[in-house]
């Protein structure tokens, strides 16, 4: 069994940056590509980074976010800039695309003045 676990969320000021990280622990081996995902309250998760042997970003974070991986600590990190309220949403980890892997509890980022 796999556990995920995010963290590094919280309030921060329009324009400023957070960084996220996500520790997989348990029957990790050989994951191709691992993905942040949002979700918004009243709104579905949505995928907004990939990374494999190269990283895919959905539009609203390309140019702001950077994703990456450290596979010899099974980590996954999202560099979040230029945050603005729209990326106000819980952020998650997992495989991408989504595997049996059970969600973590995300973390809560809030952009706010």
């Known amino acids: 069994q796999v556990q995920l676990v995010e963290s590094g969320g919280g309030l921060v000021q329009p324009g400023g940056s957070l960084r996220l990280s996500c520790a997989a622990s348990g029957m990790v081996f050989n994951i191709r590509t691992w993905g942040w995902y949002r979700q918004a309250p009243g709104k579905q998760r949505v995928e907004i980074a990939r990374?494999?042997?190269?990283?895919v970003y959905a539009d609203s974070v390309t140019g702001r976010f950077v994703i990456s991986r450290d596979d010899a600590k099974n980590m996954v990190y999202l560099q979040m800039n230029s945050l603005n309220p729209e990326d106000t949403c819980v952020y998650y980890c997992?495989?991408?695309?989504?595997?049996?892997?059970?969600w973590g509890q995300g973390t809560q980022v809030t952009v706010s003045s």
């Open positions: 990374v494999g042997v190269s990283a």
């Open positions: 997992n495989t991408a695309p989504v595997s049996d892997f059970q």
